[in-house]
């Protein structure tokens, strides 16, 4: 099954959402939720408005859909759920850097970014592994 990739990312006063691997899918919001919600419509109107014939060779089979987010969107979409001290003890990275990635003040390197994605995996699966 392919991955539809879509990019969340901030600007300045709003988020915006668009598929990376099949053009035109697009959309924003105030949130990340509803910038999530417009690229979704987006793309059922896309699918609907279409013969199969006509779609990106992606949306013609079935797929999944991946939210790649960056660093800061990422972070302030989930504060409620994981805060500082929470995401320190998870990536090994100190809180004061953290707030500096959510507010945008310093943008990960690449490998710190990459840092932050693998403790969240590895946090998913302990609590995939779970049994209550």
Known sequence: MEKLIIEIGKS???????????????????????????VLDGLRLLIESRKKEELPDILKNEYEIVY???????LKYFENIFSK???EKI??????????????LKIPRPAQRKKIENALHGFGKELLSVEL
């Open 12 to 38: 300045e006063d709003h988020y915006g959402a668009y598929a990376v691997n099949c053009s035109g899918v697009y959309g924003a919001g105030n949130t990340v939720e509803e910038a999530k919600t417009n």
């Open 68 to 74: 790649k987010f960056d660093t800061q969107s990422f």
């Open 85 to 87: 001290t929470a995401l």
């Open 91 to 104: 990536t090994g990275i100190n809180q004061k850097q953290i707030h500096h990635y959510a507010s945008g």
